[in-house]
């Protein structure tokens, strides 16, 4: 038995089916059709963002607190398993890390993506067409909001920025991208979401946790959707909280290093270029490897 499935423009755009060498399905064009909120994102500025997230209506606010509850769920049941978010517990357990907001964050947004790479059948809410971006951009400020005492709405208004900020990033580096978008976006939503419960629409400070989080940790690899995402995950996390501490504080990296823009909106084109013109032939080497080592694991029981 031989199949091969090629999809184009989006995750469920299938192009071709074929099953050992008959063609089940065969599509016309390949590039997906833009939604009108994508455009209307790519023009936006981070002050309009800063607009929509202070103006969600009570029933979008009630919305996204059933994504909290949905997400958190996943975390507790990605808590049963024996991978990254429970390790951190384990270290937190046996004394080795401190039960802080850092690794409250860091566990719990493992958790979840564990959870949901393990196949749990549990919803998360999603952000920007990813379940793990969903974690990032949710849980973050969630839970960096409840530990600092922010006011609920305002916590929720924050991770409606988070959304906006993640979907904005999305429409310049591409749905799929080499670069992880758990760092690259939502990473970066989260960020900016609790700057923003710290500070308020700060242009500047926004800047700041754009620029560090990308500075960061902007050369995370996507080699696809796996148990290892909760690791990057767990990083996002981090370097959210981090980069937002900084930047309420005024301080964070600029323009004067690297790649980085003089503004949020060149920092975020700069990283998507890098991405994609950069960085093209990374998904096809990416590819190549995996076959390779598909080809070595089914001559050994074990290629480690």
Same mark, same amino acid.
């Given at each position: 038995?031989?199949?091969?499935?090629?999809?184009?423009?989006?995750?469920?755009?299938?192009?071709?089916?074929?099953?050992?060498?008959?063609?089940?399905?065969?599509?016309?064009?390949?590039?997906?059709?833009?939604?009108? /909120?994508?455009?209307?994102?790519?023009?936006?500025?981070?002050?309009?963002?800063?607009?929509?997230?202070?103006?969600?209506?009570?029933?979008?606010?009630?919305?996204?607190?059933?994504?909290?509850?949905?997400?958190?769920?996943?975390?507790?049941?990605?808590?049963?398993?024996?991978?990254?978010? /429970?390790?951190?517990?384990?270290?937190?357990?046996?004394? /080795?890390?401190?039960?802080?907001?850092?690794?409250?964050?860091?566990?719990?947004?493992?958790?979840?993506?564990?959870?949901?790479?393990?196949?749990?059948?549990?919803?998360?809410?999603?952000?920007?067409?990813?379940?793990?971006?969903?974690?990032?951009?949710?849980?973050?400020?969630?839970?960096?909001?409840?530990?600092?005492?922010?006011?609920?709405?305002?916590?929720?208004?924050?991770?409606?920025?988070?959304?906006?900020?993640?979907? /904005?990033?999305?429409?310049?580096?591409?749905?799929?991208?080499?670069?992880?978008?758990?760092?690259?976006?939502?990473?970066?939503?989260?960020?900016?979401?609790?700057?923003?419960?710290?500070?308020?629409?700060?242009?500047?400070?926004?800047?700041?946790?754009?620029?560090?989080?990308?500075?960061?940790?902007?050369?995370?690899?996507?080699?696809?959707?796996?148990?290892?995402?909760?690791?990057?995950?767990?990083?996002?996390?981090?370097?959210?909280?981090?980069?937002?501490?900084?930047?309420?504080?005024?301080?964070?990296?600029?323009?004067?290093?690297?790649?980085?823009?003089?503004?949020?909106?060149?920092?975020?084109?700069?990283?998507?270029?890098?991405?994609?013109?950069?960085?093209?032939?990374?998904?096809?080497?990416?590819?190549?490897?995996?076959?390779?080592?598909?080809?070595?694991?089914?001559?050994?029981?074990?290629?480690?």
């Amino acid at each position: 038995e031989k199949a091969v499935c090629v999809l184009e423009g989006g995750h469920k755009q299938v192009a071709l089916l074929r099953r050992n060498g008959r063609t089940i399905i065969k599509a016309g064009g390949g590039k997906k059709k833009c939604l009108p /909120y994508k455009d209307t994102l790519r023009k936006a500025s981070f002050r309009d963002l800063f607009r929509e997230a202070a103006a969600v209506t009570p029933a979008q606010l009630a919305y996204i607190k059933k994504g909290v509850e949905m997400n958190l769920a996943a975390a507790k049941e990605g808590l049963k398993l024996k991978k990254v978010g /429970y390790y951190i517990e384990d270290l937190i357990k046996k004394g /080795y890390l401190k039960r802080d907001i850092l690794s409250n964050a860091k566990l719990t947004s493992a958790a979840a993506t564990d959870a949901r790479m393990a196949g749990a059948p549990i919803p998360v809410m999603s952000s920007g067409e990813s379940g793990n971006q969903g974690v990032v951009a949710v849980l973050v400020p969630w839970l960096v909001g409840k530990a600092f005492g922010v006011p609920e709405k305002r916590i929720l208004q924050s991770i409606a920025l988070s959304h906006l900020v993640n979907s /904005y990033i999305k429409v310049f580096t591409g749905e799929l991208a080499p670069i992880c978008g758990c760092a690259v976006a939502a990473g970066v939503g989260a960020s900016v979401a609790v700057a923003w419960q710290r500070s308020g629409p700060d242009v500047r400070k926004a800047t700041l946790a754009v620029n560090t989080v990308i500075s960061d940790i902007g050369g995370m690899l996507c080699d696809g959707a796996k148990s290892g995402c909760a690791l990057k995950v767990a990083s996002s996390a981090d370097s959210a909280i981090r980069a937002a501490w900084m930047a309420s504080h005024g301080e964070g990296i600029t323009e004067a290093e690297g790649f980085i823009g003089c503004t949020a909106e060149a920092t975020i084109k700069n990283i998507a270029r890098i991405s994609s013109s950069g960085m093209a032939e990374v998904d096809r080497i990416i590819l190549d490897i995996m076959s390779a080592k598909r080809n070595c694991c089914s001559k050994a029981k074990n290629c480690l």
